[in-house]
């Protein structure tokens, strides 16, 4: 098994910024996407960011230019530095890793708790 660990959500002011931080612990043998999903009260999850095992990042049309999506394969972990926030990125965010676990070589979409990102206007 793995787990994801999620940290850096608060509440910030439109036009701040935060950064999002997360990390994959366990029975690793290899991470392929990881990405950032949010979900805001009565709304689907929706994608924010991914990014391949390679580096290359994708991004939801509502965050293109203001987020960026960075991960160190070394460390396991992934980050989201969000700027220019705007009240309606106001959501739980959740990071999501496609990982295969070294017993079984087993793969399976992981998640973490979830944390929660308030933009104030």
């Known amino acids: 098994q793995a787990q994801l660990v999620e940290s850096g959500g608060g509440v910030v002011q439109a036009g701040g910024s935060l950064r999002l931080s997360c990390a994959a612990s366990?029975?690793?043998?290899?991470?392929?996407?990881m990405g950032w999903y949010r979900q805001a009260p009565g709304r689907q999850r929706e994608l924010v960011a991914s990014v391949t095992s390679g580096g290359i990042p994708d991004y939801a049309d509502t965050v293109k230019g203001r987020f960026t999506i960075s991960r160190d394969n070394a460390e396991n972990t992934v980050h989201l530095q969000m700027n220019s926030l705007k009240p309606e990125d106001t959501a739980v965010y959740y990071c999501?890793?496609?990982?295969?676990?070294?017993?079984?070589?087993?793969?399976?979409?992981?998640w973490g708790q979830g944390t929660q990102v308030t933009v104030s206007s």
């Open positions: 999501n890793a496609d990982i295969i676990t070294r017993r079984w070589l087993q793969r399976g979409a992981y």
């Open positions: 366990g029975d690793i043998f290899s991470i392929n996407a």
